[in-house]
């Protein structure tokens, strides 16, 4: 077994009663934890319409948080690609790759980051097409790369400013459909576990098989990405799998308010379908005691063939979401 690195991907949680402002501080600290504990990247999600996260700019974002750090990278998990403009993706991570130099992911994702409307009004022309997509990276990397190819816009046009190296690319998945692509173009892979957990270690095998060098980057490069929560408190994890079962179900349905307390969580009567549902969701995260969270980190990257797992903790007490971190690098991160 490689020696494992792991990552954060923050989406930027709204914690109940709590504030977005308090959302964003939190992240503010937590990124400072992670890069004291020895947290490979830090990456922030890209939601909208969605109350529970404050978390809409990425662009926005990472310029506050790489501010507070010194060497973690940071970067998008991800942009939405088809909700922007390749030009301004590229003046903007161009930008922030200037500023911070070597130390930022522009993580790429085709999903619309919320409902089909918000995307549309963010968007006006998006198809949601795979054919407007794949021309959307094509230009997206000649804009960075300052590529003049003739009789194209990129004869014309051109992405500013330019840093010495280009921010690292990674096309994100939870279906698979963006492996060909990261193939394709020569861009890392991350798989969302999170979101699907069918599937995933195939999706990185055909990536490897079918990976394009390309002037960035020589040799296919995977991490994977999971909902963890680790406590020594065992009831401390029972009633965070509880309420967890239920906010995925509250997200799925469709519901962008306010969770319901924990009591009335607890005390909820789930019909046979959202058990069923329940028990599929039960693969997107992994809860325990330190012991069995190293078993499973651990099986996830045997099964993945990769050395970098990338966590995602939400919890209702900020206290313990930062010790689940602590917890998780005393088991892989401590010399």
């Given at each position: 077994?490689?020696?494992?690195?792991?990552?954060?991907?923050?989406?930027?949680?709204?914690?109940?009663?709590?504030?977005?402002?308090?959302?964003?501080?939190?992240?503010?600290?937590?990124?400072?934890?992670?890069?004291?504990?020895?947290?490979?990247?830090?990456?922030?999600?890209?939601?909208?319409?969605?109350?529970?996260?404050?978390?809409?700019?990425?662009?926005?974002?990472?310029?506050?948080?790489?501010?507070?750090?010194?060497?973690?990278?940071?970067?998008?998990?991800?942009?939405?690609?088809?909700?922007?403009?390749?030009?301004?993706?590229?003046?903007?991570?161009?930008?922030?790759?200037?500023?911070?130099?070597?130390?930022?992911?522009?993580?790429?994702?085709?999903?619309?980051?919320?409902?089909?409307?918000?995307?549309?009004?963010?968007?006006?022309?998006?198809?949601?097409?795979?054919?407007?997509?794949?021309?959307?990276?094509?230009?997206?990397?000649?804009?960075?790369?300052?590529?003049?190819?003739?009789?194209?816009?990129?004869?014309?046009?051109?992405?500013?400013?330019?840093?010495?190296?280009?921010?690292?690319?990674?096309?994100?998945?939870?279906?698979?459909?963006?492996?060909?692509?990261?193939?394709?173009?020569?861009?890392?892979?991350?798989?969302?576990?999170?979101?699907n957990p069918e599937g995933g270690p195939e999706t990185a095998d055909f990536y490897r098989h079918n990976f394009k060098p390309s002037p960035e980057l020589k040799e296919p490069k995977v991490n994977v990405g999971i909902f963890a929560f680790c406590s020594e408190d065992e009831q401390k994890v029972k009633d965070w799998i509880t309420?967890?079962?239920?906010?995925?179900?509250?997200?799925?349905?469709?519901?962008?308010?306010?969770?319901?307390?924990?009591?009335?969580?607890?005390?909820?009567?789930?019909?046979?379908?959202?058990?069923?549902?329940?028990?599929?969701?039960?693969?997107?995260?992994?809860?325990?005691?330190?012991?069995?969270?190293?078993?499973?980190?651990?099986?996830?990257?045997?099964?993945?063939?990769?050395?970098?797992?990338?966590?995602?903790?939400?919890?209702?007490?900020?206290?313990?979401?930062?010790?689940?971190?602590?917890?998780?690098?005393?088991?892989?991160?401590?010399?």
């Amino acid at each position: 077994m490689k020696n494992i690195k792991l990552s954060v991907l923050d989406q930027s949680q709204v914690r109940r009663n709590g504030t977005t402002r308090q959302a964003l501080e939190e992240s503010g600290e937590l990124i400072q934890l992670a890069e004291k504990l020895g947290y490979t990247r830090y990456w922030v999600s890209e939601h909208h319409n969605f109350k529970m996260v404050a978390g809409t700019a990425p662009e926005v974002l990472i310029p506050y948080l790489a501010s507070k750090t010194k060497t973690i990278k940071v970067g998008s998990g991800g942009i939405m690609l088809p909700n922007h403009s390749s030009l301004k993706v590229a003046e903007n991570f161009g930008l922030l790759e200037t500023l911070f130099p070597t130390r930022i992911d522009l993580g790429i994702g085709r999903a619309p980051g919320g409902d089909r409307l918000s995307s549309h009004l963010l968007n006006p022309s998006n198809t949601f097409s795979e054919k407007e997509f794949f021309q959307q990276l094509i230009d997206l990397q000649a804009f960075l790369r300052h590529e003049e190819t003739p009789d194209t816009v990129h004869e014309k046009v051109k992405s500013y400013p330019s840093p010495e190296e280009l921010p690292a690319l990674w096309l994100l998945t939870s279906s698979g459909g963006s492996a060909q692509f990261a193939a394709h173009f020569g861009m890392a892979l991350s798989f969302a576990q999170f979101i699907n957990p069918e599937g995933g270690p195939e999706t990185a095998d055909f990536y490897r098989h079918n990976f394009k060098p390309s002037p960035e980057l020589k040799e296919p490069k995977v991490n994977v990405g999971i909902f963890a929560f680790c406590s020594e408190d065992e009831q401390k994890v029972k009633d965070w799998i509880t309420e967890f079962d239920y906010r995925m179900l509250h997200i799925e349905s469709g519901a962008s308010g306010d969770l319901p307390s924990f009591e009335e969580i607890k005390n909820f009567n789930y019909s046979l379908q959202q058990k069923a549902r329940i028990t599929y969701n039960r693969g997107r995260f992994i809860a325990g005691t330190p012991e069995r969270l190293k078993v499973e980190i651990e099986k996830i990257a045997e099964k993945y063939e990769t050395d970098e797992v990338m966590i995602a903790t939400i919890a209702e007490d900020f206290e313990d979401r930062k010790k689940s971190y602590e917890l998780l690098a005393d088991l892989f991160l401590k010399p």
